[in-house]
């Protein structure tokens, strides 16, 4: 049992407890190796960082995610392209539409089905995407927030995201995971009262950014954790591939949606924001920005989303109709087809891309002719992004890991697929 | 737009580059191994080029392709490299695409590391020697990124069973699940 003075010796390590000098001499001089995660309550998903630290600056660090492995390849090359779905949802789980609508987008390219959908489909994937970048987007810099000590910015934006969950359920079914999108289409059409449910869900967001707005632009505790923290120059932005709202942040100027336009975003009218430090505070102004653009979007495809089909009538895609499914063998037959042995794709391979939550969101596939993938490959942006994590942090304070890695938004489902 | 750039980089290199090729609007160009990095620095450096930007790096494993509806010659059989690797690359000035393809066999699964051109391929290189085995010659720090060291095999590959586990950890104290003690007798 040990006395009274050498338990506070041993808990304060220092030799008497009245010395309270801090003497830079009596520091230890070498450096130290400390491990931070895989589950840290400041990270966003399971990553290690492997910090090697001269007091409290980092010297070096190794970065392994991999904890949230779940082998969307692997489980994707034996599961048909419609199976696929539910695991894409799973990709990038703050924003899963877009992940649905970037797989959808890359089946149909193998199939030369791009730009031959309904009007009405793809304004409705435009739609669904957009809300999920909002709730990207609110969730990333909520948490951020949160995490520099700010508490009530993320419980309003998470407040507005639930909105647009909410909106999402109605729309798909699911509050998360929605599997929405089809190859050729989408699975529902939009319910009654959408336009009204949405447009006031704007207006109720547009008042939460204002408030986040004020709260964080220029509170002196949020500006001091993130102005020049983890700055990236644009050169290096390009470089290390970083697209979306990091590199915008950096000052490249480069957006999928408008640099290599697909679905209807031509016919949509929206700005490009842009930083100039590329440090985390521009990264944050940035989203901010981007909240704002995305529900101007969502109001002009209120405006213009056009009546019709939400389903392409290319009978390799289409489920036939369920009157002649159940009168009709060669529909019946088509049907049980279509269900067991998947969207037959023509043999070939292809590349296509969307603008996700964290940028260039793509999928690589090989297609054999099956209805089942040959090779699906994931072009995740939260990997890219994390790759570049150790250079930001390098020759910061442990402290600054938390916002860096908060604005670079690495999403473990997607980062580790 | 794109195809120029296919053609400018034949026209430029016509013993490295073997084909050419437009899929679906992607632009591919298939190198010979030993002229990848020569290829690549060109692309990245030339001002008319100017592809600044890596997109992603991946291998696709040809050993159980049997394309339906096609002739049987294009089906893969042993006489064929069984992977070929991929990069994809980006120009955002010029707003073009385009993929390279590099055939290797699986006797010998190596190719010029092209992570000294573009720091973005450092993982992605990983990801691939990772998943598939490739090793990338004059890569900085070639480890496994998503599985850990001892990990043996690599699961992208088509000869790895999808149902196949490995688990790290073997844990002989842990209790013996009931269920699983009475299959192990009855058999």
Redesign the interface.
Known sequence: MADAQSLKQLVLGRKDVQDLSDNEAELPPELMTVNMGPSHPAMHGTVRIVLTVDGEKIVKSDI???YL?R?F???S??ATYTQVFPYTDRLNYVSPMINNVGWAMAVE??M?L?GKLPKRAEYIRVIVSEMSRITDHATCIGASAMELGAFTPFLYLLKAREWLYELLEKVSGARLTHSYARVGGVSKDLPLDFDADLTRCLDRIDGVVVDVEKMLLSNKIFYDRVVGIGAMSKEDA????C?GPIARSCG?D?DVRR??PYSVYPELEFDVPLGTTGDCYDRYLVRLEELRQSARILRQCLKQIPDGEIMSDDHRVALPPKKDTYNTIESMIRHFKHIMDGVRV??????A?VEGGNG?L?F?I?????GRP??A?C?SPS??H???AGQLIHDHYIADVVPIFGMINMIGGEC?? | MSKQVVDALAAKFPSAVTRTGSAHGDEIAWIKRDDLVAVATWLRDDPAMAFDSPVFCTCIDWLDYRPIGRPVSEHWNETKPRFTVCYQLRSIAKKNRIRLEVEVTEADPRLPSLAGLWPAFDWQERETFDMYGIRFDGHPDLRRIYLYEEFVGYPLRKDYPKEKRQPLVRRDDLPVNPLKAAEGKSH
């Open positions: 392994q995610p991999g492995h082998c390849e692997k489980e090359e034996h390219k193998l030369d791009t390009i470089k290390t591939g697209v490249v480069y640099d290599f023509p043999a070939g391979e292809g590349y891309f260039e793509g690589f090989v297609s054999d002719g099956t040959y090779k490959y072009r990997f890219v994390l790759s570049t580790d697929k």
